[in-house]
């Protein structure tokens, strides 16, 4: 079985399309494999897998760690969910810009997005699994966030809405963090 990059966005993300076979009876694919990810010039070093459900209008980031620094491999195995990386990496020249795509259980899709950039999703149907590999543990004292709907950044959310948890509310914006980052010589 095959894996392929379907497409490629901002200088690191990636999507990723996994070679499926389905009949009558159902599907099976190879969700990840080392051998094929290492030839892609993808990640093949994962040290933790997180599993999220969340209901239609929840939205969830955008979180990005530097401490150790974390890149996503994230699919979506229950609904379909909007997926969305902004690039925060200081010097970069897609700094601010934003990539975002509709996944889902039937499309099967993955999306990798590397350490350097804030993620996060919207919920589109009435649940929604989001499953992704990380390749740093996470650390509470290394991660934090960008406002959902920073305006320098725009991104074009599905809901009009969302439900949002408290701290997503009150995240800090590019700026702020680019500032922050700079006094505080955080690096990607």
């Not at 990380?134 to 960008?146: F, H, L, M, P, V």
Request: net charge neutral.
């Amino acid at each position: 079985m095959q894996v392929r990059i379907e497409s490629e966005h901002l200088n690191g993300i990636k999507v990723v399309a996994p070679e499926v076979f389905e009949d009558e009876r159902g599907f099976f694919m190879e969700v990840f494999r080392v051998d094929q990810y290492k030839e892609l010039g993808l990640p093949y070093e994962f040290v933790q897998d997180n599993h999220s459900r969340s209901q239609k209008g929840v939205l969830r980031g955008l979180h990005f760690q530097w401490e150790p620094p974390m890149g996503k491999l994230m699919r979506v195995t229950y609904g379909s969910a909007y997926l969305v990386a902004v690039d925060i990496r200081k010097g970069s020249p897609t700094l601010g810009r934003w990539f975002g795509i509709e996944i889902s259980a039937k499309n099967k899709k993955q999306v990798w997005a590397p350490a350097g950039f804030a993620r996060g999703f919207c919920v589109l149907s009435d649940f929604a699994e989001i499953q992704y590999k990380c390749t740093g543990i996470y650390n509470n004292k290394g991660e934090s966030g960008i406002l959902w709907n920073d305006p320098e950044i725009g991104v074009n959310w599905p809901v009009k809405d969302p439900v949002l948890s408290q701290k997503d509310q009150s995240a800090q914006t590019l700026a702020q963090w680019l500032e922050r980052s700079e006094s505080d010589n955080f690096k990607y």
